[in-house]
């Protein structure tokens, strides 16, 4: 029996049954955290970055794609709701965070490598789209909310490696910073 099964209990998806108590919107992100974590010992040991679940929501079927990135900020969002989870979702909350916290534990060359690669992913897509600035500079400005969650989410990566494992990539994010500064058509 893996030691996931042993946290969540020798059938998960009996487990899973139990009804979420809280607000539809945060129901679906215990379920979808829970299914992450369900997973995430496969994930780990996989070479996959992007790990493609389907989950049932009070709010329908979901189909985000896991990364120890997406992970953490499900897990930062319930805790920042923690009051307006009911107690079945509260309990949930805990055997979430017991089992990051476990995995992170069990797998640490795999966690490392696996938020290396993440964060690379996220560099890559926010410097293409700083990129295109000169190409496009009003479609630019029109996207740039959507496209800054790259930016958002590998500085949300870097914290979760930390100072010493992060070196070479905090040059990194702090040199594709610098071009913000630069206008387009000099970056």
Known sequence: MSWLKKLFGSDHDTA???P???PPELAATVLEAEKFTDQLEEYLLSDKLFWQISVDT?????QPKMTLGS????IQ???????????NDRARLEKIEQAWEEAQRRYPEQWREKLRREFKSYMN???????????????????????????ER????????????AADLLREY???????DTPPDEA
């Open 16 to 18: 899973s049954q139990i």
């Open 20 to 22: 979420t108590d809280s």
């Open 58 to 62: 009070p709010l329908g079927t979901r």
């Open 71 to 74: 992970l953490y900020e499900r």
């Open 77 to 87: 969002e319930l805790e920042a709701h923690r009051a307006d989870l009911g107690p």
């Open 125 to 151: 897509n926010w410097k293409y789209f700083l990129e295109q600035r000169s190409s496009n500079s009003e479609r630019w400005a029109q996207e740039y909310k959507f496209e800054v969650r790259n930016r």
């Open 154 to 165: 590998a500085r949300l990566v870097l914290q979760l490696l930390g100072p010493e494992a």
């Open 174 to 180: 702090e040199t594709i910073e610098k071009t913000l």
